[in-house]
């Protein structure tokens, strides 16, 4: 492939700073529910185990395990965007964050990272793109995302970038652009 070839290019470097953008857009934008879910448990666990401790006649080891589980389901969840991100970091690892280079070619994404063999997805393959937190968010199949900071972009500028992906994906039904 001819390196001069592509129009668009950018550089995005997975740090604290974009992995705390992907767990907020997911925790807070796309998927709500399973963190409410797990606060909401946590406090009927709670309520449970105050109600336990208050009409025992003697001490309940069971309310105490309701207690302790309570709180743990509590302390996860006003955490989890936290943990999450430790995670994510300390699967790229902290000294070497992973950089993936996007090219973007006229019928397909090139993607190669600095770790690891590059792949090409069609732009059919994107189903969504979403702008959060100064970062765009592109989502291909149902289980993957990359990450892509317009603000690396090294050929071509952000403007031109949005519309060239608006216009890859707007003629499809089943894809959005955010």
Not at 108 to 114: D, Q, T, V, Y
Not at 122 to 146: H, M, N, T
């Amino acid at each position: 492939m001819n390196s001069q070839s592509f129009l668009f290019e950018a550089k995005t470097t997975y740090d604290q700073n974009a992995y705390r953008a992907l767990v907020q857009l997911m925790l807070r934008r796309l998927r709500r529910w399973p963190r409410l879910a797990v606060l909401s448990l946590g406090f009927l666990t709670l309520a449970a185990a105050a109600y336990r401790l208050f009409t025992a006649p003697s001490f309940d080891v069971v309310a105490v395990v309701l207690l302790i589980f309570g709180n743990a389901l509590i302390i996860f969840s006003a955490f989890a965007e936290y943990f999450l991100v430790q995670m994510l970091g300390a699967e790229t690892g902290k000294k070497h964050p992973l950089i993936n280079r996007y090219r973007f070619f006229e019928s397909f994404l090139e993607i190669a990272p600095s770790c690891g063999d590059s792949s090409q997805i069609p732009y059919e393959q994107i189903s969504r793109i979403l702008d959060y937190k100064g970062y765009l968010f592109l989502f291909v199949g149902g289980r993957s995302a990359y990450i892509l900071s317009p603000r690396s972009i090294t050929k071509g500028t952000e403007e031109k970038l949005r519309d060239f992906l608006n216009q890859k994906l707007s003629a499809r039904q089943n894809a959005s652009i955010c």
